[in-house]
Structures are given as structure tokens and as C-alpha cells.
């Protein structure tokens, strides 16, 4: 079967950097992507990897291993606007999106 | 970016009323949408997608004559919760994927609704 797992929740504090986590399994994979949602609100795009390597946007930052089936998403000089659910979904060989159940992340001053 | 809107984005009925949610996308062409459910503090649960011009393909478990879903445009779906009882509250969310670009991969969501039927 198909699997995406992430941590249910972590806690970092105001100014840190915290990295959050993604381990797939899939059938195929056609890129991995990280989406940011606040409560009560859709989720936000904030990367797309394809390939091996980090991708760098800001204060946010997005590393893929295809060959490990693992990506983590870096943020850093966190902000309380941070606090909020981080979503990782894998594109499947159908270019089906498999989400993972979310990392709520909460910041803390 | 590439836009998307949904509306409205919440919702009250009376049990056994239809209810229907449009998904607009305002800047870019959407030969696809996707429509997902989304109950509290779960992740997101794709019911359908919506190709312009043809069929639904709905997921495994999702009834396709009570969500009834036409993608008439290339910027326009509308999913009908037919019929809709309590257990039919939840946040619906609506997402486009720009059939024009380059990287054509990622989707963009609408706000979401919240229905919630009493």
C-alpha cells in the first residue's frame, strides 16, 4: 500500500529552527510536495521536489532523497505565524497526490 | 500565483437540502480539479476528480449521486451535496492544477467550505 508518515505534532520556540520530517512509500513517484495549513483554513503550496537535493525559499527550505523515500521540511528564524499543520504529499505514478496527516507545529515565544 | 476561489465559504442547512459549492479558478486555465473533505484535526480525503468536459472519476467509498460534480470550464466546478444530512458536515476543498504550466504538478486550493447541516 501506499504510505506517507510524518510526526503527529512538534514544539519549537519563537526564533529556532525546527525540521519536520516525511518518509513515503509510494507507486512511483512523480515529485513530493509541502503544504502549510492553518486552522480552519485550505492548505497553502509552499514546495515541489522532484529531485535529489534542497531546495531554498526564504525561510523555508526543502530536502528530497529518493533513494531513502525521505524529504524534510526546514524552517528557520521561526515566527508565531509559523504555528500552523504542514502537510507532505507524494505524486504518485497516476500523478494521484498521497497526503501524509499532517505535522501541527506549534511555536512557542 | 495561481488563484483559486471558492464560494460560499460556510454554509448552514437543514437536513435533507442540497447544497452546492463553486470552484473558480481566476487566473489559469484548470484542466483539472480535485475536490477533498477534510473532518477536524484528519488530513485531507480526495472524493473526486474532475476533468473539464468529461466524467467525474470519483474515489473509492465517495457516493457520485450525492456529490455531484460538473467541471463545465476550464475555470469552473461545482460540487451538489445532494440531499445532505449531519454526518455530511465538513470542510470541502476544492483545488486546481494549471493545465498550461510548465510545472503543471502542483495544485492550488481554494479557501474551502465549511458545511455544516443541522
Known amino acids: 500500500g501506499q504510505n506517507i508518515d510524518q510526526p503527529t505534532e512538534m514544539t519549537a520556540t519563537e526564533g529556532a529552527i525546527v525540521q519536520i520530517n516525511c518518509t513515503y512509500q509510494?507507486?512511483?513517484?512523480?515529485?513530493l510536495f509541502w503544504y502549510q495549513q492553518h486552522a480552519g483554513e485550505a492548505p497553502t503550496f509552499l514546495s515541489y521536489n522532484v529531485l535529489d537535493g534542497l531546495e531554498e525559499k526564504g525561510r523555508f527550505s526543502s530536502f528530497l532523497s529518493r533513494s531513502k523515500g525521505y524529504s524534510y521540511l526546514l524552517l528557520k528564524e521561526l515566527q508565531m505565524k509559523d504555528s500552523a499543520s504542514y502537510l507532505c504529499a507524494v505524486l504518485d505514478s497516476n500523478y494521484q497526490l498521497i497526503w501524509g496527516a499532517g505535522t501541527k507545529l506549534i511555536i512557542k515565544p | 500565483g495561481a488563484v483559486v476561489s471558492q464560494h460560499p465559504s460556510r454554509v448552514i442547512c437543514k437536513s435533507g437540502t442540497s447544497v452546492k459549492i463553486e470552484c473558480r479558478s481566476l487566473d489559469f486555465q484548470a484542466t483539472t480539479m480535485f475536490w477533498y473533505r477534510q473532518f477536524p484535526k484528519q488530513s485531507l480525503m480526495l472524493m473526486a476528480t474532475?476533468?473539464?468536459?468529461?466524467?467525474?472519476?470519483?474515489e473509492q467509498g465517495v457516493e457520485k449521486d450525492k456529490f455531484l460534480i460538473n467541471h463545465a470550464s476550464l475555470t469552473l466546478s461545482t460540487l451538489t451535496v445532494t440531499s445532505a444530512h449531519p454526518e455530511d458536515s465538513s470542510f470541502y476543498i476544492c483545488?486546481?492544477?494549471?493545465?498550461?504550466?510548465?510545472?503543471?504538478?502542483?495544485?492550488?486550493f481554494g479557501p474551502g467550505t465549511r458545511l455544516t447541516v443541522l
Open positions: 474532475s476533468n473539464e468536459g468529461s466524467k467525474a472519476t470519483y
Open positions: 483545488s486546481a492544477r494549471d493545465g498550461l504550466a510548465g510545472d503543471s504538478v502542483a495544485q492550488y
Open positions: 509510494t507507486s512511483g513517484f512523480n515529485g
